[in-house]
């Protein structure tokens, strides 16, 4: 399988709340994935034990459609930090590939 995924794109942030380290808000978006993609769990992990208190939500592929909806909250509104911090964090999920494939998921 081609696992070829980008960032779409982000709506603009929402729900700005004052944390410890400066603004933090919840940033919806897209990512274009294969439909049979299932790195999801492992990119979420991925983003959790990075970025700690931050959560990544990544939705399942509907109606054979390879785009699918992300939610990231507690993080910092620079959208382009966050779609550069997203791109790095899936080429490090694709690069690791099977070594992963049978982790049990959370």
């Known amino acids: 399988m081609d696992e070829r ?3 779409e ?3 603009p942030p929402k729900n ?5 380290d400066g603004d933090l ?8 994935a294969p439909v049979d993609w299932e ?12 970025h700690g208190r931050s959560r990544l939500g990544v939705g399942l592929a509907v ?5 699918r909806h992300i939610l990231l ?6 959208v382009d930090y966050l779609r550069t911090e997203l791109e790095t964090l ?5 690069a690791a590939g099977d070594d992963h494939e049978h982790e049990p998921t959370t």
């Open 16 to 20: 700005r709340r004052h944390g410890p």
């Open 25 to 32: 808000v919840d940033v919806q978006g897209w990512i274009h």
């Open 73 to 78: 909250t507690n993080v910092s509104h620079d």
């Open 9 to 11: 794109g982000f709506d």
């Open 39 to 50: 790195g999801g769990p492992r990119l979420e992990r991925a983003w959790r034990e990075k």
């Open 5 to 7: 995924i980008t960032v």
């Open 90 to 94: 899936i080429a490090e999920v694709l």
């Open 63 to 67: 109606a054979n459609n390879p785009r």
